[in-house]
């Protein structure tokens, strides 16, 4: 089990399409959580993702103050939101 307070206050995460990577800072405090969780799906943006191109997500620690925790990345297909 993860304490929230011991939590980082930034998570680092790289999107990449397989050409170009995006770099985008999930800042804790700017997360609103819902609901009885400790944690909430961040929106990253809209990017394409070709099959084939070995695109992928990359969370990572650098930078971090504390504990980095991600457990799951939601793939949404264009149109559907």
């Known amino acids: 089990m993860i304490v929230v307070s011991r939590s980082t206050s930034i ?3 790289q999107l990449f399409d ?3 990577s995006i770099n985008k800072t999930i800042d804790k405090n700017k997360v609103q959580v819902v609901g009885q969780t400790s944690g909430e799906w961040v929106p ?3 990017m394409q ?3 084939g191109k070995n695109a992928y ?3 990572s ?3 971090a103050d504390g504990v980095v925790v991600a ?3 939601l793939f949404v ?3 559907t939101r």
């Open 11 to 13: 998570t680092q995460v």
């Open 18 to 20: 397989g050409q170009n």
């Open 44 to 46: 990253m943006g809209a």
């Open 49 to 51: 993702m070709p099959a």
């Open 57 to 59: 997500v990359a969370i």
């Open 61 to 63: 620690n650098k930078g």
């Open 71 to 73: 457990d799951a990345v």
């Open 77 to 79: 297909p264009e149109g």
